[in-house]
């Protein structure tokens, strides 16, 4: 199942094309979900509404299996209980409107307490047909290259996968590794002797674009005590492009 987290920002319709296109790829059914604060004044009405508009959209989409519940209570406690497959929601929410230059308050505390795969959906969704793989060059993380491999949908995207680290360091070997796991002998795979995050994908953006970013947590997390807020220009959150963290 597909958990399809919406508010009233300007990214909940964008959460329910993404939630589409993946269903698509993935034979899923969709849960679409809002959370509503035990304090709000709002009448339910107006919340069972939202989750009847997203519903209505992604059935537009092409989405067959498609449920759909308002709860009161925390976001992340409320995914949890679900248990999606994978799990959407904006890269920002209505609470972040004031806030350009932050990711949403729920982004950090969902990826770290959700093991479901997340994917982060822009304010726009545009056509996907090539997919950025990031990994580094540790042979002890291999989810990102895997959650590719599993998905046979996804192999008819144009794929490029780097690993941030440099050959001494093991990236030479987690890149063989890579090419035979993903069975794509098109795929372009190569190195980028850089241990930042932020600039291995702005160099590769610099020569190459990508519709689809997916990376482990353990690369996207590497410093357990650094939280995930900021969405600038150039650095990995500054793309407007969806990101998937398994």
Not at 92 to 99: A, L, P, V
Not at 150 to 178: C, H, M, N, Q, T
Not at 186 to 202: C, N, P, R, S, W
Request: proline residues 6%; hydrophobic residues 45%.
């Amino acid at each position: 199942m597909i958990l399809a987290c919406v508010d009233r920002s300007a990214y909940r319709d964008s959460v329910c094309d993404h939630a589409a296109w993946l269903a698509s790829r993935m034979d899923a059914p969709i849960e679409v979900l809002h959370a509503r604060r035990d304090d709000d004044p709002q009448p339910l009405t107006r919340d069972r509404r939202l989750v009847q508009h997203a519903q209505l959209r992604l059935r537009e989409h092409g989405a067959g299996d498609v449920h759909g519940a308002v709860r009161t209570g925390d976001l992340v406690e409320l995914a949890a209980q679900a248990a999606p497959e994978l799990m959407v929601m904006g890269k920002r929410g209505s609470g972040s409107e004031q806030r350009p230059l932050l990711l949403g308050a729920c982004v950090d505390p969902v990826i770290r307490r959700i093991a479901a795969p997340i994917c982060l959906a822009p304010k726009l969704f545009l056509p996907i047909s090539r997919m950025l793989v990031l990994a580094d060059a540790s042979m002890a993380d291999t989810r990102a290259v895997d959650f590719v491999a599993r998905r046979p949908a996804l192999s008819g995207l144009v794929a490029s996968l780097v690993v941030i680290g440099d050959a001494a360091g093991g990236g030479e070997r987690k890149r063989d590794w890579a090419r035979a796991r993903l069975g794509d002998p098109e795929a372009e795979i190569f190195t980028l002797a850089t241990g930042d995050l932020d600039q291995a994908v702005m160099r590769y953006m610099e020569t190459r674009t990508s519709d689809l970013i997916v990376v482990s947590r353990p690369v996207l997390l590497p410093d357990s005590q650094v939280r995930l807020r900021q969405l600038e220009q150039d650095s990995f959150w500054g793309w407007r492009t969806p990101v998937i963290v398994c």
